[in-house]
C-alpha cells in the first residue's frame, strides 16, 4: 500500500523531527519546510501532498498566509499548529480553511490520532455515493458542490460538514454529535468549533444556508 505524504511545516527543527518521527513510525512518509516560502515551493513542486501539518508563527512567512494561499488552488486538509491558542487567532484559521488546530504543547499520539481521523475521514468521502437536497448537489468524487447549478468553493471541513447535514437531513443533531462524526474522534474542546464552522457555511451557501435550522440549546438541523 502507497504511504500517504505529509508535508510538516515549522521554523524550529527539534519540533519537525518530533513531529516527523510519530508519523514514520505510524507508516506516513514526511516532508519537511522550515519557513512558509519553502513550504508552498515544496507544496506546489510535489503534487501529492495527502495532509499539511503547518504552523502558525514562523519567519518569512506565517502559517496563516501558507494557508490562504494553499486554498486558493487546493482543498488538501490542513492542522494548524499555534503556541498562542487565543480564540481569535483559532477563528482566523478556521475561516481560511483550517481543519484542525492543536495548540502546542500536544501530544505526538493525539497528533497522530487527528491525522489518520481526518484521512480516514477524505477516504470515506470517496467511497460514497453522491448526495443531493433542497437544489444542493455534493459530488464527492470531485470534492465540489453547487447550489443550483452554481459551484461553491468549501474548506475541507465545511465540505465534511455539508455532506453529514445532507446525510442526516430532518434529523436534529447536537453538537457532540456532529463534533463526532465529522470531526471523527473524540472532541473535548469548545462548541464554538462547530458553531463558527456553521456559521462560515451558510455564509458560502447564500439563501440556502437558511436550510440549516439552529436548534437552541442542542445543536442543528438541515432540513428542506
Not at 16 to 26: E, G, H, I, Q, S
Request: proline share 2%; aromatic share 8%.
Amino acid at each position: 500500500m502507497e504511504r500517504l505524504k505529509i508535508l510538516v511545516v515549522d521554523d524550529e527543527a527539534r519540533m519537525r523531527k518530533l513531529v516527523r518521527d510519530f508519523l514514520v513510525r505510524n507508516g506516513y512518509e514526511v516532508v519537511e519546510a522550515e519557513d512558509g516560502s519553502q513550504a508552498l515551493d515544496i507544496f506546489f513542486e510535489q503534487k501529492d501532498i495527502a495532509l499539511v501539518i503547518l504552523d502558525v508563527m514562523m519567519p518569512k512567512m506565517d502559517g496563516f498566509t501558507v494557508c490562504k494561499e494553499i486554498r486558493e488552488y487546493s482543498q488538501v486538509p490542513v492542522i494548524m499548529l499555534t503556541a498562542k491558542g487565543e480564540e481569535r487567532d483559532e477563528l482566523q484559521g478556521f475561516q481560511l480553511g483550517v481543519d484542525e488546530y492543536i495548540s502546542k504543547p500536544f501530544s505526538p499520539k493525539i497528533l497522530v490520532a487527528r491525522v489518520e481521523a481526518i484521512l480516514r475521514r477524505v477516504r470515506h468521502l470517496d467511497t460514497e455515493d453522491n448526495l443531493e437536497a433542497g437544489g444542493i448537489v455534493i459530488d464527492k468524487t470531485a470534492h465540489s458542490v453547487t447550489i443550483d447549478g452554481i459551484s461553491i468553493e468549501l474548506s475541507y471541513k465545511e465540505f465534511e460538514l455539508l455532506s453529514y447535514f445532507l446525510e442526516n437531513k430532518g434529523i436534529a443533531l447536537s453538537r457532540e454529535k456532529i463534533l463526532n462524526n465529522v470531526w471523527d474522534y473524540d472532541y473535548f474542546g469548545d462548541a464554538r468549533t462547530i458553531d463558527t464552522h456553521v456559521k462560515k457555511l451558510r455564509s458560502k451557501m447564500g439563501p440556502k444556508g437558511d436550510l440549516i435550522k439552529t436548534i437552541w440549546g442542542m445543536g442543528y438541523k438541515f432540513e428542506c
